[in-house]
């Protein structure tokens, strides 16, 4: 039924005692991963201790510290992020830890991608204790099977048109994606959830679709992208889908401009992680944006993204001020 438990979620026994390695550039995925080791661990002991800690910043007496019980509660859930950065003389000591873990701590560690730190990975991986959780950037063609999936978290279904659509209007940002499911399968209980239903709440004028307002912005129509923005927040459009379409704008501009030449349409499309039929789009906008201008604009979405997840006071003055900003940089780009 809608609202059980999703079916990943780790019981206390598969993170207590054991090494969780969770690998790979899709953040939100990455931090979902964190969120249940850590949802396990509370359900276990509601005082269990969380600590955390940079793995640039990490020695033997910091990890000691970070995986000792203490006068609280001998349970601890410890997360290390930016594996990727472990000090060299640091690496024998957390090695040794991963292969006889305490049984009273959950340890993650988290490694953001790319090469640095590889030999380390292949180390961890052969440790009996140690649980990989992958979290790979997904293709643009993938994005309808993560809607699918999220349903299915909730206990939900939607028809795969419905999934399409629903990538078409909120963009790429997974974690968009995933507020949107959750909202429509809490919305709609019980129901196999159509493409109608996705129209109904991110469809048509009344409900101006994000991606609408970034495109605009993008394309430096800033009158069209304000008036599209107000017909949003008037149509109950939640701004984290604002900010998240215009990070999804942003990478796939970046993506398009350093795209290698003489490519088909279908290859290009798949480089730059986007439906073909958004290319054009790109190649319209791409025109107006320099490289210093578009990571100008990559700074401003990630700002106002911080100011509206930080309970900004006028969700609506950050974003209009975020319209205004990346139109202004793409008419000067």
């Known amino acids: 039924m809608a609202g059980s ?16 390695l969770v690998t790979g550039k899709e953040e939100y995925l990455s931090e979902r991963t964190v969120a249940a080791v850590r949802a396990a661990v509370r359900a276990f002991d509601p005082e269990a201790e969380l600590a955390e800690s ?12 970070l995986a000792a019980p203490s006068l609280f509660s001998s349970i601890r859930c410890v997360v290390v992020r930016g594996l990727e950065n472990l000090p060299e003389e ?4 957390l090695l040794a830890y991963a292969a006889a873990p305490a049984e ?9 991608g790319g090469p640095r730190g590889s030999g380390v990975l292949t180390k961890l991986r ?8 992958k979290s790979a950037e997904l293709k643009a063609s993938e994005l309808p099977g993560f809607v699918t999936a999220e349903a299915r978290r909730h206990g939900a279904r939607i028809d795969a048109d419905a999934a399409r659509a629903l990538v078409e209007a909120i963009g ?4 968009g994606l995933a507020s949107a499911a959750s909202q429509l399968t809490h919305d709609f209980p019980g129901e196999t959830l159509s493409v109608e239903r996705v129209k109904q709440y991110f469809g048509g004028r009344a409900e101006a679709k994000s991606f609408v307002v970034a495109d605009a912005a993008f394309a430096g129509r800033r009158q069209a992208a304000l008036e599209e923005l107000r017909w949003a927040i008037d149509g109950g459009t939640p701004p984290v889908l604002v900010t998240s ?34 290319l054009r789009t790109l190649r319209d ?40 900003t990346i139109a202004g940089l793409r008419e000067r780009g």
């Open 90 to 93: 640091s690496v024998d000591g």
């Open 5 to 20: 438990p999703p079916p990943d979620v780790p019981g206390p026994a598969d993170v207590l005692g054991r090494v969780t």
């Open 245 to 278: 379409a215009f990070a999804g704008s942003a990478r796939g501009l970046a993506r398009f401009k350093t795209a290698p030449g003489r490519m088909s349409e279908g290859d290009l499309a798949r480089e730059v992680g986007v439906p073909p039929w958004k």
């Open 285 to 324: 906008q791409a025109r107006g944006w320099s490289e210093a201008g578009l990571s100008r604009a990559i700074r401003a979405v990630a700002q106002a993204d911080a100011d509206i997840k930080g309970a900004a006071s006028d969700a609506s003055y950050t974003l209009e001020r975020l319209v205004l």
């Open 172 to 175: 790429q940002d997974l974690r």
């Open 126 to 133: 052969k440790l009996k204790p140690v649980t990989e959780i």
């Open 104 to 112: 009273e701590v959950a340890l993650v560690l988290v490694h953001g």
């Open 54 to 65: 940079p793995a640039g910043d990490l020695t033997l007496a910091t990890f000691g510290e």
